[in-house]
């Protein structure tokens, strides 16, 4: 069955420091992967999409690889702010699903 | 501002009753989509609908409706509310984009309590 792993629970790092979340996922065709923002509670909120052809995109201080060798994406903030904490969600989907199916959610906690 | 609301927010209701969640977005957009959110779960799909009169079942459906009768709301009803499905629903719009989901849009939740 398809599956979508964000394989840390929660995350603590110090601020200024990178911190790095991981989303691996099995049985998807290759296919792009959005990265979501989460705030206790709120709705996700859209941060980054990168599709199967791409290897590496940013936006600020955000950088996300896609290893579709591998079948996994890693999710970067640099110089990372107690504002970074939040729980960030990786979804996923391939052509002609449209719909996305989302991980579980790493939760965030930048230390000051 | 174009934006996607849900109400109510918050919700106690008994086994047994029918509950609707409604969701209201003004962005124009054609696909609509319901999931619930539940702890060691994630987000699951409930029911999704790509346009006015279309609606499909996610991965979680039973117990649920839909229905679509204008590009802005998609009301999600209960029809016999369980203790299952205490929860908190989030509706979310994306723009239609041919074979792909497209970046989606939440609005801010519905926490429903099942007693």
């Known amino acids: 069955s398809q599956k979508i792993e964000q394989n840390s629970e929660a995350l603590n790092i110090q601020e200024g420091k990178t911190a790095t979340l991981t989303c691996n996922y099995t049985?998807?065709?290759?296919?792009?992967l959005q990265w979501y923002r989460q705030d206790p509670g709120r709705g996700p909120v859209f941060l980054l999409l990168?599709?199967?052809?791409?290897k590496e995109k940013r936006k600020e201080r955000l950088k996300v690889t896609f290893d579709t060798t591998l079948k996994q994406s890693l999710f970067h903030i640099t110089a990372s702010q107690p504002a970074d904490s939040a729980t960030y969600l990786c979804a996923l989907d391939h052509f002609g699903n449209e719909k996305l199916t989302f991980g579980t959610g790493t939760r965030l906690t930048i230390i000051p | 501002d174009a934006e996607i609301t849900q109400s109510p927010r918050h919700k106690i209701t008994e086994t047994g009753r029918q509950v609707t969640l409604a969701c209201h977005q003004t962005?124009?957009?054609?696909?609509m989509f319901w999931y619930r959110q539940d702890l060691g779960h994630g987000l699951r799909l409930i029911h999704y609908s790509y346009g006015v009169h279309d609606t499909n079942k996610g991965e979680v459906s039973d117990g649920y409706s839909v229905s679509r009768s204008n590009t802005e709301d998609l009301p999600l009803t209960l029809e016999s509310a369980a203790s299952s499905q205490t929860s908190v629903y989030f509706c979310?719009?994306?723009?239609?984009?041919?074979?792909?989901?497209?970046?989606?849009?939440f609005g801010e939740g519905s926490r429903l309590t099942v007693l």
């Open positions: 990168i599709r199967e052809n791409e």
């Open positions: 962005w124009n957009h054609n696909n």
């Open positions: 979310a719009s994306s723009e239609l984009s041919s074979g792909w989901a497209g970046e989606l849009f």
């Open positions: 049985n998807y065709s290759p296919a792009y």
